[in-house]
């Protein structure tokens, strides 16, 4: 892509999301706030973790993000028996008795991870460490991922027997934590219209692999002034019991608090958040915006904060305020 500016960049950027957006609704009814976090990890080079029950649409979210974007999509299904050679891939002895590496489902550019926390934590990690390092090491060869490489991680958050929950060291490389709820009434009519009905949407590609890698590249130049920096930094400083910054409710109801990953994921994902929307520069509001999603599954509440019924989203919300 030749822009002569990085502003006729941005500019463009947030005319695209808005053509992505109208393509996605086509198929997806509803859930704007889902999609719109999706595709901010995806532009943030972040990965996202969804919460939400069986049917609703976790699966056509995915794939239907991966077709307008022109991207190879990838769904593995988490089962205790899953191996890690079953996501990464293996080494076979072929015809000519040479071992050659067949490559696993991680070898895509959207990876579906569903339902993670159903298979043993040596077969996570061996998904974790693709999503952080990018690459897969077999047999003492290292293979670099596609690029660009965004893996979705489902949860369902109803059945917790026979689940090897997430550790939380595990749940930081997750830039967010997204809940997926139900649809409305209107929207839930209008899914079973289109689903009913016999009739497929095709959909066109918006974007391509080349594009969103410039994206990626255009979002991490966006400026940020020092009192939108020192403001997400603090947000994430009051969530740490014990410490100087220390807001009284995180010395009262947390356990443990957000550590610097939070911090840098606030920043780029308020940076991508203010592009998307036609800003030049992204302000407090953008970080507010997507605070929730970065520090929900970052913050550990402690048995009074559960026998009180004061939620994570309450505790975030009360530290956004000051």
Known sequence: ??????????????????????????VIVGQHEVIKNVLVSIFSRGHCLLIGVPGLAKTLLVNTI?????????????????????????????ENRKFRFVRGPVFANIILADEINRTPPKTQSALLESMQERSVTAAGKTYMLDDPFFVLATQNPIEQEGTYPLPEAQLDRFMFNVILDYPTFKQEVMVVKNTTSGMETKLDIVLEAKDIIFFQNLVR????????????????????PGTQKAHSWANEYINWGAGPRASQYLIIGAKCNAALNGKYAPDIEDVNEIAYSVLSHRIVRNFKAEAEGIKTDDIILKLSEQ
């Open 1 to 26: 892509m030749n822009y002569k500016t990085d502003v006729e960049a941005i500019d463009n950027f947030a005319e695209k999301y808005k053509i992505l957006c109208d393509e996605i609704s086509r």
């Open 66 to 94: 991966a077709k307008t974007l022109g991207l190879k999509y990838s769904r593995i299904q988490f089962t205790p028996d899953l191996m890690p050679s079953d996501i990464i891939g293996t080494e076979i002895l072929d």
């Open 221 to 240: 130049k966006v400026p940020v002034t020092d009192n939108v920096m020192e403001y997400a930094v603090n947000l994430v400083s009051k969530t740490r």
